[in-house]
């Protein structure tokens, strides 16, 4: 059943990530592989991969069709010279990772190359944006034997829902911390509904 709920919960997680806006300039709505623009935003990058020309900017490809720039997934085994912010850095093993707009990407010197999604990265976002989202003061204990997965889930959600409750994110600056207790105890109340110790 846990185990269930972990493959229900994770593709949410990330489906929320993919989704996140993308900065490009004057074109801030979402830009999705197969939209297409008549002109690039400013700022753009042109290289060529496998013989053939793209465009980079700020995390989107695009490539030349008909008169137009259509936005396309990353190419695997292009080079850029930066990615945008908001990525999330993740490690498997001794290879580190940066994830950002559905792409994967690996540094190389002062450039990041676009890489295949490693085995076993959706629980290693999952575990980075957790970690990211906010520090805990809480010592959480799995009263039930819940495995790591299940209990960043957890955590994650709990956050979400003493972050609704409380109206204060510790992950943020300028929170006024007179709501922090508020938030501790929503944090809490939410874990021990979940089977867990909390002090």
């Not at 465009?55 to 080079?79: K, Q």
């Not at 979400?160 to 007179?178: C, K, M």
């Amino acid at each position: 059943m846990k185990r269930a709920l972990i493959f229900l919960v994770l593709p949410m997680l990330l489906g929320a990530l993919l989704a996140a806006p993308v900065d490009a300039g004057p074109h801030k709505h979402r830009h999705v592989p197969g939209h297409s623009v008549k002109v690039l935003p400013p700022g753009h990058h042109r290289f060529v991969h496998r013989r053939r020309t793209y465009y980079h900017h700020h995390g989107v490809f695009y490539r030349p069709r008909r008169g137009a720039y259509v936005v396309i997934t990353a190419p695997i085994g292009a080079y850029v010279d930066s990615i945008p912010g908001g990525y999330i850095s993740f490690g498997i093993g001794t290879n580190n990772y940066f994830f950002v707009h559905g792409a994967y990407y690996q540094s190389y010197g002062d450039r990041y190359r676009v890489v295949r999604r490693p085995y076993g990265a959706d629980a290693a976002i999952v575990h980075a944006s957790v970690e990211k989202s906010y520090p805990s003061e809480l010592v959480i204990y799995p009263k039930v034997g819940q495995d790591l997965a299940t209990m960043e889930r957890d955590r994650y959600e709990c956050h979400l829902w003493g972050v609704h409750e409380a109206r204060f994110d510790p992950s943020l600056p300028n929170q006024d911390l007179g709501k922090r207790p508020h938030y501790d105890r929503a944090m809490a109340a939410c874990l021990e509904g979940r089977d867990y110790v909390v002090k």
